[in-house]
């Protein structure tokens, strides 16, 4: 077994957010496993993605058979699903500006003739 760091620096995950889940009961910072690297690395992907620390660790602490896990993971999944959208929107306005100067009006609308 390795200690918390050591396997956060092996694996190059984010120390400072799994001690600090550590502190809050989610590891155990002396001894590390194979399991709690595991653990960890998807704590530090639900991290990246957007989900809170408090989150981070209900999704870990709770015991209801997944129901906690399943209602974060599907509110993280909506989220992300939004920003997507958000960045459809934005790819679809750009296209339309090229568009535009592709047929010779400079990006902005033709003047009538």
């Given at each position: 077994?390795?200690?918390l760091?050591?396997?956060?620096?092996?694996?190059?995950?984010?120390?400072?957010?799994?001690?600090?889940?550590?502190a809050?009961?989610?590891f155990?910072?002396?001894?590390?496993?194979?399991?709690d690297?595991c653990?960890?690395?998807?704590?530090c992907?639900?991290?990246?993605?957007?989900?809170?620390?408090?989150?981070?660790a209900?999704?870990?602490l709770?015991?209801d058979g997944?129901r906690?896990?399943r209602i974060?993971?599907?509110?993280?999944?909506a989220?992300?699903?939004?920003?997507?959208?958000?960045?459809?929107?934005?790819?679809d306005?750009?296209?339309?500006l090229?568009r535009?100067?592709?047929?010779?009006?400079?990006g902005m609308?033709?003047p009538k003739?």
């Amino acid at each position: 077994m390795a200690t918390l760091r050591e396997t956060c620096e092996r694996y190059r995950l984010d120390g400072a957010l799994i001690e600090r889940l550590a502190a809050r009961g989610v590891f155990c910072a002396d001894a590390f496993g194979d399991e709690d690297a595991c653990r960890a690395a998807v704590a530090c992907f639900l991290h990246e993605a957007g989900l809170a620390e408090d989150a981070l660790a209900a999704y870990f602490l709770t015991q209801d058979g997944g129901r906690t896990q399943r209602i974060l993971l599907r509110r993280l999944r909506a989220q992300a699903l939004e920003r997507s959208h958000e960045e459809q929107r934005r790819v679809d306005k750009i296209d339309c500006l090229l568009r535009k100067l592709d047929e010779g009006c400079g990006g902005m609308p033709c003047p009538k003739k």
